[in-house]
């Protein structure tokens, strides 16, 4: 990617494995967007999928019959877990006026699409705001987008747009848009 978009992903190579990073800066306090990546109760509002954990170092996780594991957490500055072979982190930084929250995935398998997995992940972090300002979003308000978002990711990627419209195809079925 070229030019760096505010709010967008950007591709980079983690100990020798794709990934991506998404820089948000948000007007909360580093405890209330720890607060909202850690407890399931708020998680399951704006994250993909519900998550059981403390979370605490070690601990196991399982959900939709795959596992992960905590690698670590720190409260309130960072949560690095794995998940189905992919790396996931949390970096939480500021004071009470704002906060600086950093979110990587490391793709476990290198053909896993950018543009697709890049316009998931930024349409769930857009969900974050909103549930922080008690008013979440729908799943459906929050996809009405994702086609068009995943035309974007694609060019500025220079990646293969077919997997992630045959997946908007898919989901536009899914949530009745």
Known sequence: MSDQKPGYGTQETVDGAPALRFVRTLPYSQQRIWQAAATPSELEQWFPAAV??????????????MTGEVIEAQEP????????????????TGDEEATQLTFVHIFGD???PAAQTATGWHTYLDRLEPVLEGHPISEEAAHAGWGDLHEEYAELFEDDPTPGREFWAKLQKQLNL
Do not use: S
Not at 52 to 65: C, F, I, M, S
Not at 77 to 92: A, H, K, M, S, Y
């Open 52 to 65: 059981e954990w403390g979370p605490e170092t070690g601990e196991t996780l399982e959900a939709y019959g």
């Open 77 to 92: 500055n960072l949560l690095v877990w794995t998940f189905n072979g992919d790396g996931f982190r949390f970096e939480i």
């Open 110 to 112: 290198p053909a896993t």
